[in-house]
């Protein structure tokens, strides 16, 4: 079943989009089989989960940390994160390039943007942004390179807020990369689209889609 959902979604997607599989609350075991089927590129979304699983899976497995992040998990998962998506502070990026550097090794991150109707999605705006990428203490961290942005559409069957939304994040993309990231071949990725979205994300020129249930079935919320 795995195997065949991460082939069905990869037959659709053009070449230079890949698929983050998105494993928070699936078993080890369900992982390996992604693995077993070529999936190298994970996401997750907690510290305490993604840590036991990266320590045990095999090493070639990229890890994407996808959740909102507090500064105080940032040490558990900086030795196995090979990008953090979901950067929506300064402070957060000061942390992020301060345990980097205690690894030795440079963090790949998203700037994660707010574009969806409810207030409890996370992310900057494009003022509060501008602002860092501004900013002396930004241009001073030399542990974290900038990657792209990522966004989330809003929880909505009405496809064209959606496709206004994702039409939003990569239009901010475009607008960062003249203003900032001109020069710098490294922030190329928009992060956009999840199992009911990502053919939307898809078409408004995302080269990340993040999809969970499509691949692994609806997640048991257990309670633990
Ligand atoms: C859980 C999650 C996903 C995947 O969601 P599905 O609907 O299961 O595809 C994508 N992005 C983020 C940030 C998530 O937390």
Redesign the pocket.
């Known amino acids: 079943m795995i195997a065949e959902n991460i082939k069905r979604i990869n037959s659709t997607l053009p070449a230079e989009v890949r698929l983050v599989a ?1 494993s ?1 609350f699936n078993p080890v075991e369900s992982i390996m089989e992604a693995y077993n089927a070529g999936q190298r590129l994970f ?1 997750e ?1 907690h510290a305490q989960e993604l840590v036991p699983k990266a320590e045990s899976l095999p090493k070639d497995i990229q890890w994407h940390f ?2 909102h992040l507090q500064t105080n998990k940032v040490k558990y998962i900086a030795p196995y994160v090979s990008c953090i ?2 950067v929506d502070s300064l402070k957060l990026l000061k942390e992020i390039d301060r345990q980097a550097f205690r690894c030795g090794r440079v963090i790949n991150c998203l700037l994660q943007f707010h574009v969806a109707v409810e207030d409890t999605k996370y992310g900057f705006s494009v003022g509060e942004c501008r602002d860092m990428l501004s900013c002396d203490e930004f241009k001073a961290l030399k542990n974290i390179s900038i990657t792209g942005v990522m966004g ?1 559409a809003s929880v909505s069957n009405d496809e064209t807020q959606i496709t206004r939304e994702f039409t939003e994040v990569a239009n901010i993309f475009s607008m960062l990369k003249n203003e900032f990231f001109n020069r710098n071949e490294t922030f190329k990725e928009i992060s956009m689209g ?3 979205d990502y053919p939307i994300a898809v078409k408004c020129g995302a080269t990340l889609i ?5 691949i692994f079935g609806e ?1 048991m919320y257990l309670n633990k």
């Open positions: 998105v928070k996401g979304s996808i959740g998506e979901s989330m999840m199992t009911h993040r999809v969970g249930s499509g997640r």
